[in-house]
């Protein structure tokens, strides 16, 4: 059967598919911090077919946090290469206790100043850029090497003064935030921390 998640992720393949292997660009290195690793699962019963919606859960009981993640499909490529550039938004879900989630983020951000927003939002909007097609996991922790479930993305947060990876696998449910550049790891911390409390 076919569903309005299934259509988005078939147009995400469509046009994600032509052009370069994902994220070459984050090859898994001894240099950089472990990413934060987390669950997502598809949400369903929203009516915009454009939207894919997705549950973010990291951690268990009392440690548990939980946001939401909307990703509109992409509607534009960057110039010829296969980057896509689209929108979408953190959705608050009450409930969460993120003290865990954000002690893991900063030190997958590497945060040298880790703070987190008085400023508390239902709401936050971030653009992102889809950095290929659909591609396999580095058995180093990279992207590239060929087709497969994980698709590789960069988020810019902050009107673009913050950027965080966002890597996610729509088959088995994993996804994750890694390091950009050190630089943005504090912002992108006090980003979230509007939208997840």
Do not use: C
């Not at 994600?16 to 934060?36: C, E, I, R, T």
């Not at 590789?152 to 990876?165: G, H, P, S, Y």
Request: avoid cysteine; aromatic fraction near 10%.
């Amino acid at each position: 059967m076919i569903t309005r998640r299934s259509i988005l992720i078939m147009s995400l393949g469509t046009i994600l598919s032509g052009g370069s292997l994902a994220q070459d660009l984050v090859l898994a290195d001894d240099d950089f911090p472990a990413p934060l690793a987390f669950k997502v699962a598809p949400l369903t019963g929203g009516s915009d077919t454009e939207t894919l919606a997705l549950m973010a859960t990291f951690g268990e009981s009392e440690n548990e946090t939980k946001f939401v993640i909307e990703i509109q499909a992409p509607d534009e490529k960057e110039g010829s290469g296969p980057i896509s550039i689209s929108r979408g938004a953190f959705r608050h879900v009450p409930g969460s206790r993120p003290t865990r989630f954000f002690e893991q983020l900063a030190k997958a951000l590497t945060a040298q100043a880790p703070s987190l927003s008085n400023v508390k939002l239902e709401t936050l909007p971030f653009s992102i850029a889809f950095l290929g097609a659909a591609t396999a996991r580095l058995p180093g922790g990279g992207f590239g090497g060929g087709p497969g479930d994980w698709y590789a993305t960069k988020l810019f947060l902050d009107q673009d003064q913050a950027e965080v990876f966002f890597n996610f696998n729509l088959v088995s449910g994993e996804a994750e935030f890694s390091i950009k550049d050190e630089d943005y790891g504090n912002t992108v911390l006090s980003e979230l921390s509007k939208v997840i409390w």
